[in-house]
């Protein structure tokens, strides 16, 4: 896969986190596909850089989060807002 994406199935969905790009995340999509069929409950980004915070569009319906602090930065072309975020520490 690419390098700092991920996903995990859990009973309730699919959480997927810092989908890159439209490309990888399509490519992300077809990996989960084939594994389950779950639906993409949430997708996770990590922070507001555009090669973690991009092709969000592809897991459309899933609640996007993101930390509070990067929201107002998420203005690169191709980024989606998220939709859910929380404060206090990053990690």
């Known amino acids: 896969m690419f390098r700092g994406t991920r996903f995990m199935i859990t009973d309730a969905g ?21 594994v389950t069929d779950k639906p ?11 090669d973690h915070a991009s092709g969000g569009q592809v897991f ?5 989060l993101s930390h509070g602090a990067c929201v107002a930065h998420m203005k690169a072309p191709g980024q989606t807002a998220a939709t859910m975020t929380w404060t206090g520490a990053f990690m």
């Open 14 to 34: 699919v959480i997927v986190a810092d989908p890159i790009n439209e490309g990888a995340a399509k490519t992300m999509l077809a990996a989960i596909r084939k």
């Open 60 to 64: 459309g319906g899933a609640t996007l």
């Open 40 to 50: 993409i409950k949430y997708l996770l980004y990590s922070h507001e850089h555009a």
